[in-house]
T-cell receptor, first 111, second 112 residues
Framework: GEDVEQSLFLSVREGDSSVINCTYT??????LYWYKQEPGAGLQLLTY?????DMKQDQRLTVLLNKKDKHLSLRIADTQTGDSAIYFC???????????FGRGTSLIVHP | ETGVTQSPTHLIKTRGQQVTLRCSSQ?????VSWYQQALGQGPQFIFQ???????GRGNFPPRFSGLQFPNYSSELNVNALELDDSALYLC???????????FGPGTRLTVL
């Protein structure tokens, strides 16, 4: 079955770049998602990438996919205090309705 | 355009009771999924409804059941509540064939 792993914590200084990493196990064509969850709130979809892509950029967000190592990263440029939240990586095989989420990375942005 | 809404926001129940959680999907979305998020964990998929039929289920016992209505709103029912059912329950909707899911704010269920 699928398994998604993330480091639990990341601390960065305001204005620096943040890089949040994720590894997944499914080898078939798959969708890979990044979500943001602020305290007491639901999940906000940030971006997603299909496994036939290497990179996707959307304003301050850059997603990089290394298919060989099954490694996904989310880079946030010019990190702000409002970016402090938990970031979830999720994988959904193309033929399945069922996504698998990681445990989330808590991003702390300090002045 | 109205986003995904859930009710109630918070709920406290005792072990053995039954609970019903509600979700209104985003306008134009006919697919609803339910997730359980325990403290410190990622969301776990419970099941998905498409046009009033369940079309995918995660590793949850039958006491977790659901419904989807003609207007695509949905209910999650949990019978015989256990202490471990305490969690944030999230609903997400997506359009026909959509790859993206849009989440509601969740219902925090506490079982005592």
């Amino acid at each position: 079955g699928e398994d998604v792993e993330q480091s639990l914590f990341l601390s960065v200084r305001e204005g620096d770049s943040s890089v949040i990493n994720c590894t997944y196990t499914d080898s078939s064509s798959t969708y890979l998602y990044w979500y943001k969850q602020e305290p007491g709130a639901g999940l906000q979809l940030l971006t997603y990438i299909f496994s036939n892509m290497d990179m996707k950029q959307d304003q301050r967000l850059t997603v990089l996919l290394n298919k060989k190592d099954k490694h996904l990263s989310l880079r946030i440029a010019d990190t702000q205090t409002g970016d402090s939240a938990i970031y979830f990586c999720a994988e959904r095989p193309g033929g399945s309705y069922i996504p698998t989420f990681g445990r989330g990375t808590s991003l702390i942005v300090h002045p | 355009e109205t986003g995904v809404t859930q009710s109630p926001t918070h709920l406290i129940k005792t072990r053995g009771q039954q609970v019903t959680l509600r979700c209104s999907s985003q306008s134009g979305h006919n697919t609803v999924s339910w997730y359980q998020q325990a403290l410190g964990q990622g969301p776990q998929f419970i099941f998905q409804y498409y046009r009033e039929e369940e079309n995918g289920r995660g590793n949850f016992p039958p006491r977790f059941s659901g419904l989807q209505f003609p207007n695509y709103s949905s209910e999650l029912n949990v019978n015989a509540l256990e202490l471990d059912d305490s969690a944030l329950y999230l609903c997400a909707s997506s359009p026909e064939g959509g790859r993206e899911q849009y989440f509601g704010p969740g219902t925090r269920l506490t079982v005592l």
